[in-house]
Structure formats: C-alpha cells, structure tokens
T-cell receptor, first 113, second 115 residues
Framework: AQKVTQAQTEISVVEKEDVTLDCVYETRDTTYYLFWYKQPPSGELVFLIRRNSFDEQNEISGRYSWNFQKSTSSFNFTITASQVVDSAVYFCALRVYGNKLVFGAGTILRVKS | NAGVTQTPKFRVLKTGQSMTLLCAQDMNHEYMYWYRQDPGMGLRLIHYSVGEGTTAKGEVPDGYNVSRLKKQNFLLGLESAAPSQTSVYFC??????????????FGPGTRLTVL
C-alpha cells in the first residue's frame, strides 16, 4: 500500500526565515512519482512540482527547493526567505503506476510579518 | 481556457436531501476525479473516471454516485445526504501519461454543509 506522512501539522515562522516541510512516503514499487501542491487561503490547489523515483537530483525554483532522498523515503520542501504570501497548506502526494494519487494530511504554514 | 470549474461553490443541505455537484473541464482530459477534503486528512479520492462512460470507486465511495456521460463533465451525486458528508469537494482532471506522471488540475472546490 502507498502512504504519505506529513508529520508537521502546523508551522509558524517570521517573514524571511527559512522553513522546511517534511514528507515521508511508503511504497514497495520502484517506479513512482512524488508531487507537492499548495493550497492558499483562497482554497484552490496549485501544482508545485513533480519528481520521478529515478531522479534524485535536488531541484531549485526561485525561493523553493526540494530534496529527494530515496534512502530515507523523503521528499522535503524548503522555502528560503519566507514571505507572507507563502502562508498556505502544503500537500505532498505519491502516485504509483496503475494506482491513484495518495495525499498526505497537509502542513499548514503561517508566515508572520 | 477556464480549466476545471465546479458548480455550485457553496451549498447547505438538510439530512436526507439529495444534490448533484457538477465538474466541467475544457482541456480535453481523459481522466477526471472527485476528492473530498476534511481537516487533518488531506484529500481522499471518492470516485474517478478514465474516460467517457466509465467510472470507478476510489478510497471513500460510500454514499456517492458519479456519472461521466460527456468527456468534459463529471457529476457527483449524493442521494441521501448525511452530516458526515460535510466537506469540501474537489474535482480534478488529467491527461494520462503511461507511467503515472500526469499532473492533476484541480477545480476551485465546493463547500458542502449537511445539517
């Protein structure tokens, strides 16, 4: 079975702090995809990144970076120099071929000015 | 393109009432999904469809029915609403890629309250 754990229910930081959101996944398959979605206060879900199981290179996009480590089954997300606009719920998700997208419970990020 | 749209945005029902949520997408996607989002539980898949005329059960299908008569529309029905179905419902669609890489595009959500 597939499972995604986001152990941090809620994180509060002050603007300009760096923050890392943890994601740990479970699967027995060797081919899978990992995703991060952002849900701002307006409620819609915004796709952030997709990573396949064969690509362990870290990725950076502006202030966002992702660290994928198969050895620890983790796909963590770091926001550098956080801003108030980063306040949202962030979901990590896992998809195995032939199966459905499985979401973690989400992490609420509050960035205070 | 409007992307994925959902109707209505908000609804309040009494226990036992029925209703249908409509999802429409204009991206010519084959796959469509219905999720529910509850506090502390992330999104859970209710039903999904891999093409016009086909539907399948997801993780939490009980109490819901779906239909996909047209490729662009995916309807979610509650025949007899219960307070446990109070939730935010999201529709999503995707264009299938053989290895599971397809990105799902989400609608804005429908907030349903059952009294």
């Amino acid at each position: 079975a597939q499972k995604v754990t986001q152990a941090q229910t809620e994180i509060s930081v002050v603007e300009k702090e760096d923050v890392t959101l943890d994601c740990v996944y479970e699967t027995r398959d060797t081919t899978y995809y990992l995703f991060w979605y952002k849900q701002p206060p307006s409620g819609e879900l915004v796709f952030l990144i997709r990573r396949n199981s064969f690509d362990e290179q870290n990725e950076i996009s502006g202030r966002y970076s992702w660290n994928f480590q198969k050895s620890t089954s983790s796909f963590n997300f770091t926001i550098t120099a956080s801003q108030v606009v980063d306040s949202a719920v962030y979901f990590c998700a896992l998809r195995v071929y032939g199966n459905k997208l499985v979401f973690g419970a989400g992490t609420i990020l509050r960035v205070k000015s | 393109n409007a992307g994925v749209t959902q109707t209505p945005k908000f609804r309040v029902l009494k226990t036992g009432q029925s209703m249908t949520l409509l999802c429409a997408q204009d991206m010519n996607h084959e796959y469509m999904y219905w999720y529910r989002q509850d506090p502390g539980m992330g999104l859970r898949l209710i039903h999904y469809s891999v093409g016009e005329g086909t539907t399948a059960k997801g993780e939490v299908p009980d109490g819901y029915n779906v239909s996909r008569l047209k490729k662009q529309n995916f309807l979610l029905g509650l025949e007899s609403a219960a307070p446990s179905q109070t939730s935010v419902y999201f529709c999503a669609s995707s264009y299938p890629q053989g290895d599971g890489a397809d990105e799902q595009f989400f609608g804005p959500g429908t907030r349903l309250t059952v009294l």
